[in-house]
């Protein structure tokens, strides 16, 4: 069997697995919601627009200062300070500032200098000082030193003359505490150079006393200010350690020409002498001789002459006689230099002992000079201390005569031509937006809280049952209007879905049940039943409704013939079915309405009826009450094959849903599917799909069909119940 085009059996797992919502399903909400949204809309502009107009006209004037901060006046502490640091210590100053305009101490001058108490018509100043603070603003202009006051009031000439006002106690104050810290600073200035003034003149006495105890000479370029203290005893330790740097630097040297001659003999030691420079005549006479006859003797010997030869022999004799001499020479040097050696080594301990005394008595002066010169440094710092603070109090004095003024005015406050609030398009534009965002939230609010069904999707993952059909919003009865009324496709879908969802041809016996009264389930059934018998189907209604029966309306008959008179009497099936006008399409009214419906209705005749009519007639549709109000539903849905639940599009929650089919389900009954009534498609774009009959229907206006105008009907009945006469026209 197959399956309704609405109805996907895997669409129950599938809708586990689906994403959040998407942009369209917001845009829904505010489609669906539109109403509430326009309200709130509406509602929050009018209040808006209420509010501006009850508020008072404020004027505003304007007076612009500008500020010196420390970064900017200079001096020793700011010129230390680093480009951030004078950017930190500006805006501090600039917050600072708005602070005093606003204090209690200036609003206090301009609430006196201007009378405002009176003005303003209040009972004391404290009033006058909060409603002042109220209406004054301060801005800094962004990257400068200038500030804007800004004051508000109804009336422009006041406004003004607040603003100047304000401005000239906020000067005064400035002023005042200006002064007082300069006052303040200068004379702990001179508290300090009197008191330094003092610390000079202890310590100069001190000097003085310690030169004349000490019997130290200050010498140089100032009495009080040489970089050296030099004494006598200071030359004479200088000129003693000279003269024994000398003594130790001749030992040295001639212990270094004697260390020279040690362990050499004959012509070595001669030569070793020649080249210490000893200085000796005959050293110096006789050694260039013999060094010529020793190369003669070389030469003589390389040209071939042998050792016997005479002019060898010759040259050796001189070389011998000369040898003599120079080797005596020697040895009276070497024996002149130990002698002088000696000599000066005892001259050199007794000069070192001389100086050990004199250097014990350098020492002992040393110290007092030291002790000295602590108490001339002493005088000479706190001199220059006093130079320091002598020169800064001057400096200060100089800056206070010609300081400038930390605040200065660039442009007075004047009255206002226009008033500055209300600012009338500025609050609706408010109001607009704050309506919108309230009207958006309610609707979303409302979107969330609102657990009806709304969607195809809702009816199959909470129910767990196919959509047979989705029935526009606002169908009327088919046979009223026609049979190319677009409304009948509707219906024709739920045809076919019914027809290919039952078990089986037998199984024609089909109830309509909803959750509450006012779902569409009776005008549904009507039109099911109307495109059934125009598709061919012998169609018979039977109005199981017997609480509140409305079936008989549609076809303009009465009821008071019908089901129930059937039941309890022993009347023929013939005579309370009647034909309609539509043809193959038969209707049995509710009868007179009985005490116990649901006693007559689960009876045995009642089934056998059932039995009776799906014998006769193709298809067999019972109108019942809502499901969760009585249990007469409940007793149709055990009598026959199928169930069809009727929900209205957004009215019941989804657990009212769940009961219903809870009860259809626990008497026995098979419950087919769902009809989703009541949509309106036009603002739930998701259902035009399904919907899309009226896009076909109504693509060209020679196509749609035109309402027929139906005869007067001749219809009487009895009051009471009697006898139904029809015009043939009907029937």
């Keep these: ?50 509010i501006t107009v009850m508020m008072e006209e404020k004027y505003e004037s304007t007076v612009v200062v500008q500020l010196t901060d420390i970064s900017q006046m200079g001096g020793d502490l700011t010129n230390t300070l680093t480009e951030g640091q004078k950017m930190f210590a500006s805006r501090n100053f600039i917050a600072n500032q ?87 600073s200068t004379g702990d200035l001179d508290a300090q150079l009197d008191e330094q003034s003092e610390k000079v003149s202890e310590a100069r006495i001190k000097m003085h006393n310690a030169m004349r105890e000490l019997k130290v000479i200050d010498v140089g370029k100032g009495f009080y200010y040489s ?55 005959t050293i110096q006479r006789y050694y260039p001789m013999f060094n010529d006859l020793l190369l003669e ?65 350098y020492i002992a002066g040393a110290l007092d000079n030291a002790e000295y010169e602590h108490y001339r440094e002493e005088y000479r710092t706190e001199k220059e201390l006093l130079k320091a603070l002598t020169m800064s109090t001057y400096t200060k004095k100089i800056e206070e005569n010609k300081a400038l003024r930390p605040v200065s005015v660039l442009d007075k406050a004047v009255a206002g031509d226009f008033p500055v609030t209300p600012n009338k398009p500025l609050n609706l534009i408010l109001g607009s937006v704050l309506g919108l965002a309230f009207g958006l939230g309610i609707a979303f609010a409302l979107e969330f809280m609102d657990t009806s069904v709304k969607t195809i999707d809702d009816v199959e993952r909470y129910l767990n049952v196919p959509v047979l059909a989705v029935i526009p919003k606002d169908v009327g009865v088919l046979h009223r209007e026609g049979g190319m009324s677009p409304d009948a496709e509707a219906y024709r879908i739920l045809r076919t879905n019914i027809e290919f969802n039952r078990r089986s041809a037998d199984a024609n016996s089909i109830t309509m049940v909803s959750g509450g009264a006012g779902e569409g389930k009776s005008t549904t059934l009507v039109n099911l039943a109307y495109v059934c018998a125009q598709g061919g189907y012998n169609t018979l209604i039977i109005d199981g409704d017997l609480r509140r029966p409305t079936l008989h309306g549609h076809f303009d008959t009465s009821n008071s013939v019908g089901l129930t008179n059937y039941l309890t009497t022993n009347m023929p099936l013939e005579e309370v079915i009647l034909q309609t006008p539509i043809e193959n399409l038969y209707f049995m009214p509710s009868g007179i309405l009985p005490a116990d419906a649901a006693g007559i209705l689960n009876s045995r005749r009642m089934s056998e009826l059932i039995q009776d009519v799906k014998s006769r007639f193709d298809l067999v549709l019972v ?70 009959y009226y896009t076909y229907y109504a693509s060209g206006d020679d196509q749609a069909a035109k309402p027929k105008k139906r005869g007067k009907k001749e219809v009487s009945s009895s009051v009471g119940g009697g006898d139904v006469k029809l015009g043939d026209d009907v029937y």
């Design 227 to 281: 970089d050296e203290v030099v004494t006598p005893e200071d030359r004479i330790i200088q000129t003693g350690q000279e003269r024994l740097a000398t003594l130790e630097y001749e030992i040295s040297g001639m212990k270094s020409q004697l260390e020279g001659l040690q362990g050499l003999e004959g012509t070595d030691l001669i030569r070793k002498a020649a080249m210490l420079g000893i200085e000796d005549q």
């Design 623 to 692: 109108d019942s009450p809502p499901i969760l109000g009585v249990s007469d539903a409940s007793v149709l849905c055990s009598e026959v094959d199928m169930t069809v639940v009727v929900i209205q599009h957004r009215k019941l929650p989804r657990n009212m849903l769940q009961r219903v089919k809870k009860a259809v389900e626990s008497v026995g009954g098979t419950l087919l599917g769902v009809v989703l009534n009541n949509v309106d498609v036009r603002s739930d774009s998701q259902y035009q799909y399904y919907t899309s």
């Design 98 to 184: 708005f602070e005093r305009m606003t204090s209690q101490q200036v609003l206090q001058r301009v609430v006196r200098d201007e009378d405002l108490v009176q003005k303003w018509a209040l009972t004391d100043e404290n009033q006058a000082i909060a409603k002042l603070r109220d209406s004054v603003e301060t801005e800094n202009r962004r990257g400068t030193d200038i500030v804007e006051i800004r004051v508000r009031d109804t009336d422009a000439d006041l406004a003004a003359q607040i603003a100047n006002s304000l401005y000239r106690a906020y000067a005064e104050a400035l002023d005042d505490e200006v002064n007082l810290i300069n006052a303040q």
């Design 1 to 50: 069997m197959a399956n309704p085009p609405y109805f996907n059996p895997n669409r129950f797992q599938q809708n586990s697995q689906e994403s959040g919502p998407q942009v369209g399903d917001y845009w829904q909400v505010i489609r669906n919601r539109y109403e509430v949204i326009l309200l709130s809309l509406l509602l929050v502009l009018i209040t808006a627009g209420f």
């Design 297 to 361: 003797e070389q030469q003589a010997l390389e040209s071939g002459l042998g050792a016997n030869h005479p002019t060898v022999r010759a040259i050796r004799t001189q070389l011998d006689s000369l040898r003599g001499l120079l080797m005596e020479a020697v040895s009276d040097v070497r024996g002149a230099l130990e002698i002088q050696i000696t000599q000066l080594e005892k001259r050199l301990a007794e000069a070192e002992e001389s100086e050990d005394e004199k250097v014990e008595e």
